[in-house]
């Protein structure tokens, strides 16, 4: 079946970076999009950015512009999502989600990473 | 302050029918397809319905979804008790910063 399984929780301090990582199965990865897509605790979804495991492409939210970059290894069908500068802001759950160009259809999820920021 | 505004709250016995609106503007509800999202509690999201009305595979048939210029609705008739959950609403958004809008959920409790 289609899965996205994401790596595990992070504890970072201010200042620092996080690289999450999202690995596909039961597809063909280069055949959609990856999506980023965070939640703060009690919060509500914020999109982050998409990127295009064929082409590398990638868009990002403007509010995460600057911050985030979204890498990929086709070889073994995985996505990466690094978000540097941390503060204690970004402490969310971050979740990867298949997608389509220019759409907001996610479809699967990945079970989510919580990531903390403390000093 | 989300793009999309959905009431934050609502309520319903067993067997009743709810509605849950959004509401949005031209550039994303208006000119683009609006998909809507389940979320168990503890749980990822789920997607619920895409394209305004279609159901994936396993989606039961008692959620439907409308659009209407402007605004869209995601329906529940024959409410169950596992229906408690949060729903978001979602679009693409044509400005000038290309963005997907979520709405800010709308927490349905199950009396």
């Known amino acids: 079946q289609v899965q996205l399984v994401q790596s595990g929780a992070e504890v970072k301090k201010p200042g620092a970076s996080v690289k999450v990582s999202c690995k596909a199965s039961?597809?063909?990865?280069?055949?959609?999009?990856i999506n980023w897509v965070r939640q703060a605790t009690g919060q509500g979804l914020e999109w982050m950015g998409w990127?295009?495991?064929?082409?590398?492409?990638?868009g990002y939210a403007q509010k995460f512009q600057g911050r985030v970059t979204m890498t990929r290894n086709t070889s073994i069908s995985t996505a990466y999502m690094e978000l540097s500068s941390l503060r204690s802001e970004d402490t969310a759950v971050y979740y990867c989600a298949r997608g389509a160009l220019l759409q907001a259809w996610f479809d699967p999820w990945g079970q989510g990473t919580l990531v903390t920021v403390s000093s | 302050q989300s793009v999309l505004t959905q009431p934050p709250s609502a309520s319903g016995t067993p067997g009743q029918r709810v509605t849950i609106s959004c509401s949005g503007s031209?550039?994303?509800?208006?000119?683009?397809?609006v998909y809507w999202y389940q979320q168990l509690p503890g749980t990822a999201p789920k997607l619920l319905i895409y394209?305004?009305?279609q159901r994936p595979s396993g989606v039961p048939d008692r959620f439907s979804g409308s659009k209407s210029g402007t605004s869209a609705s995601l329906a529940i008739s024959g409410l169950r008790s596992e229906d408690e959950a949060d729903y978001y609403c979602?679009?693409?958004?044509?400005?000038?910063?290309?963005?997907?809008?979520f709405g800010g959920g709308t927490k349905l409790t199950v009396l």
């Open positions: 031209s550039s994303n509800i208006g000119s683009n397809y």
């Open positions: 979602a679009a693409w958004d044509d400005s000038l910063s290309a963005d997907v809008v």
């Open positions: 394209r305004n009305n």
């Open positions: 990127m295009n495991p064929n082409s590398g492409n990638t």
């Open positions: 039961g597809y063909t990865f280069t055949s959609y999009d």
